[in-house]
């Protein structure tokens, strides 16, 4: 059975609110990006890391292998949240972690609205 968005954005949503606030301007909280979001999932909530990956694979950034593991549906699925406030910064030379991103020119940056 696949994980659902709601399940994701439920999963995600602690980490997006542990973000600080920009120190310039304390309305805005800092964004993140997929690769950093599942990094602290990984620490936070490995049981439902693990549950993304039975129900979407280990692919993870660059020669994953599959189009969409369990970081792309994260951003998927917080792209898609109302509640979630999606940006794109550019890839070139990125590395998040251990994780070069896919390929793709650029990737989606989530903070809460």
Known sequence: M???????????????????????????????????IWLLLEQDNPDFCRELGHSYGTAKGKGGGHSVGPIQRIAQALGRCPNVETRYMCTKHIIVGEFEPSGDPDCGIFRLR
């Open 2 to 36: 696949s994980v659902s968005d709601q399940q994701i954005v439920a999963a995600c949503s602690p980490v997006l609110e542990s973000v600080a606030y920009h120190p310039e301007n304390a309305s805005e909280r800092i964004f993140l990006n997929a690769y950093q």
